[in-house]
Structure formats: C-alpha cells, structure tokens
C-alpha cells in the first residue's frame, strides 16, 4: 500500500474503503455523519431516533434480555441479537467495530463474530478513565490538575485531616473513581453535605478530593497517532443548567464558536493536550480521547479535568466544526490509526491549521433531559429533524433529516429524538439534542431567550400517561445510566 502523507491521501484512502465499519451503541449520535466520510460505515443502534427512515442506521426488533444496567450491557445485547448478527454477515468482508463503551464481554463476542476492535483494549481503557489515574498520568505529563490529594476517606473527620495535610481547604470537589460527572461529582463544604453523599464516597477505595475554585468548564478532543497528537478545538461545556438536567454537575451540552476563549487558554488548553497525549502514547493508548479542563477565572490558570479515553458527546461538535470540511473529521485519524495503512502526516502543520480561528465556525448543542421527579410513559414525542422557531419564540416541526448542516439559521435547530412513544419517561432521562447555529448561552453562561424557547417548545410536544393508567410496573429509577 502507498504511504499516505497528505490530507488528500486520507480523504481518497476513506472514499475507497472496502472494509465494512459498524459504530455499535445506543444511538448515532457520538459519530453521526462519518457514515458520509467513510465508505461502508454504519450504525447498528438499540433506539431507532429516525423511525426507520436513516439508510445507515440498522436497530433490530426488541427481543427479552436482562434490564440494562450500563451502555455496555446494551452494546453486549446487540452482538448477541441473531438480526445483528445476520446483518453483519449477509454484509460480508472482514469487519470492524467501534463503541462509545465496551467491556472485555464486547471483545470476547466481537472476537467469536470475527470482528476486529478499532480501539484499546478495554482493559487499558478503564485503567485511564479512573479519575485518579487520570491525575497521575497528567502529573508524569506535567500537565497540573486542580490541587488535590488522592485518598480513602473514612468519615468527616477523616477527610477534613486530609484537607489540612494537602492544603486544599474545606470547601472542595470530590470525586468517585469512575461515572458521569453529574452523578460521581459531590460539593462538600459542611458536615450535613458529607452526610448526603457519604455512602457514595466512602465505599470507594480512593477517591480524587480537590480544592473548590472558582471555574469555568471546557472539553478538548484530540487524537494519538504514531505521528504525533492531533488536537481539536477548545469547546465551552454547558453544565447543571435546572431547565436541562436535574444534576448540579451534570454536562448538558457544549459550544463552539471563535473568541470562545482567550488565545492564551486556547495555547495552555493545546499543549496540554499535546502532552498529555504524548504521555498515553507512553502508556500504550493510542486513538482517539477528550480532556476536560477547568479554567479559574479568578487566576486564569487552566487545570487537567477528567479525560475520556474514547469518544463522548462532545465528538458531534468537533467531527462537524469547519475544520472537518476543510480537512477530514478528527475520527479520521482514529480509524486510520487502527487500518494498518501505513502514513506519515504533518501533524505540527495540521495542528497549527485547526488551531486558526478561521477554521472554527459557531455552534452549539444542547441534550435535553426531563427534569421531572415522575415516572410515566410516553404517548407522543417530537420527531427528529430541522425544526423551526417563530419570532415569538414558538417552535414547530418543519421537516424530516438527519443532517445538521441542513440547519440554515439561528432559527432553525437540528433535533434528535432519544426518547419515544412507548419508552419511559423518568427523572435524568434524555429526551433529545438540540444542534443549532449560533450560540445557547449568554456572556455570564446561562441559557439564553432563544435557547429557553428551544427547550420550552420541545419538551410541549412530550405527552405522557401515569404508569397507572398503562398499567406498567416503574423500571427506570431517577440516576439511570447516561448512554450519550
């Protein structure tokens, strides 16, 4: 095979391939519209968003299985259906898949179906998205977290003698090993606030405890190549809004946008991701990952968050950002990485090219969560497509589609329906993500009018009964696992 060495090469090398690829997971969403970069690339999904009616997306017929209790659980359900297996086969080739989560029960079925993994292993995977093996990897990288010890905690009194003997202070963050940060994320600065969480915390072999600043949320994707660490752009974090979930950390979306922040986060945020990728590189992990950093607004500095060894729901902004078009998606260089096609790409130059304001154009997405403290089921929810919003801020349906880019203006937004007739509706339950142009927030970050109408408009066209009247038992609990 001729070495690829220009993004020409990529973009031809992708047009070509033969290779059947299937993203496996809940829904499209993480990777939606590489099907349209990369040939022969498909979704085989649990929850049909587009009702039948996306000609990549393969969602087989419900059959029993054991209730859900992680994204893994659904991805383990789908290897082992006989439609998706009989999907897969009647396509012929040697296949591949990539997940948003997967566990060592997905390589072990992916391997007796023939199907090779494009990813790490998931054993090394866990191992770096432990929140404190996150923070030691950054400190061997030289990229700082947040001031912190890395420690059981026993009680109250155990925790405030931490404190002390790290200098952090009272008020802090702490945080469980693994999990959505809207959920493994506590704010303690009293004894009744360790009282609300201290089951959760303290049955954790070590937890990340770290000081309470003053910050402002971001997330960074990037890519590990034997060429070097490929570096997307730095993406505002849309976090606990009450309107969008009903958790105090919980993310709810991101924007993308030029002046997002200063040249001089923009600069820490890329070197940081440069090192740290570097540093995974060392670890054995290559592909694809995200970073969330914390900027103190007070002092400016810019601190290590959390990292996602995998793609994650900020991967739609990046792989759609103008960039993608101008060059090819992030993902890309994921899938490329794990061809066996041999290259060797400028990355220095490319990095330098994505990180020109030019190349980022203003987007933004929301997911939508029912905020409710109820259980119901849906008779009646909004279908996915471009939807429409009046001057008066109502909000219409204008038609079918699954492209984002066929949103024309800030008053047009792309929906993708999550929940539907027939699911359950429950506390943190995702109904839908929002993508439009323009900003959802204001300078201070709170939504804004034209966001709120989005969010109000929507959730109207939610209709549900009273599990009494559908005489259905209560399966999902409030907290039910994220699988975006």
Not at 26 to 52: M, P, S, W
Not at 290 to 313: A, K, M, Q, T
Request: charged share 25%; proline share 5%.
């Amino acid at each position: 095979m001729r070495k690829l060495t220009t993004i020409s090469d990529v973009r031809l090398f992708f047009h070509r391939n033969e290779r059947p690829i299937y993203f496996i997971s809940a829904t499209n969403f993480n990777l939606a519209g590489i099907d349209e970069r990369v040939q022969h690339f498909k979704y085989i999904n649990y929850i049909d968003c587009f009702d039948g009616r996306h000609p990549n997306v393969f969602v087989p017929k419900e059959t029993p299985h054991a209730e859900f209790e992680s994204i893994e659980d659904i991805n383990n359900y789908l290897l082992e259906h006989k439609e998706v297996i009989d999907y897969i086969g009647g396509r012929g080739g040697k296949p591949v898949a990539v997940f948003l989560m997967f566990d060592e029960k997905t390589e072990a079925l992916c391997r007796e179906l023939g199907i090779d993994v494009w990813f790490p292993p998931a054993a090394l995977r866990s191992r770096c998205d432990n929140k404190m093996e996150t923070v030691r990897i950054g400190n061997k990288a030289g990229v700082p977290s947040v001031p912190n010890a890395l420690s059981k905690v026993e009680s109250y009194e155990h925790l405030r003698s931490i404190c002390i003997d790290a200098a952090i202070g009272q008020d802090v963050v702490i945080q469980t090993a693994f999990g959505d940060s809207g959920h493994t994320t506590f704010f303690i600065s009293n004894e009744e606030e360790w009282h609300k969480h201290a089951d959760e915390i303290t049955c954790d072999p070590e937890v990340k405890i770290m000081k309470r600043i003053n910050c402002r949320g971001s997330t960074l994707e990037a890519c590990v190549t034997r060429c070097g660490t490929i570096v997307g752009p730095l993406l505002t974090e849309i976090v606990g809004q009450k309107d969008l979930t009903p958790y105090k950390g919980g993310w709810c979306g991101n924007e993308v946008f030029p002046g997002a922040f200063s040249e001089n986060v923009r600069a820490k945020a890329r070197d940081m991701a440069f090192k740290f990728g570097n540093q995974l590189w060392e670890e054995g992990y290559r592909g694809y990952f995200d970073l969330d950093f914390l900027i103190d607004r007070d002092s400016g500095d810019v601190y290590l968050g959390e990292l996602n060894p995998r793609v994650c729901g900020a991967s739609p902004m990046t792989n759609h950002a103008a960039f993608a078009y101008a060059d090819v998606p992030l993902f890309l260089f994921h899938l490329l990485e794990f061809s066996g096609q041999e290259f060797d790409l400028d990355v220095e130059a490319l990095n330098a090219r994505w990180a020109d304001p030019e190349f980022i154009d203003s987007w933004s997405q929301i997911v939508v969560k029912h905020t409710e403290n109820n259980v119901d089921v849906v008779t009646q929810a909004p279908p996915s497509g471009i939807w429409k919003q009046g001057v008066d801020g109502t909000v219409a349906y204008h038609r079918f589609d699954y492209h984002r880019a066929a949103v024309e203006s800030e008053r047009e937004a792309y929906f993708l329906r999550i929940t539907g007739a027939g699911d359950y509706r429950y506390e943190g339950a995702d109904l839908g993500i929002l993508i439009t142009r323009g900003r959802s927030m204001t300078e201070d970050f709170e939504l804004n009018e034209r966001a709120n109408n989005w969010i109000k408009g929507l959730k109207s066209y939610y209709y549900g009964k009273p599990l009494e009247a559908v005489h259905e038992p209560a399966t999902p609990a409030a907290g039910a696992f994220k699988i975006l």
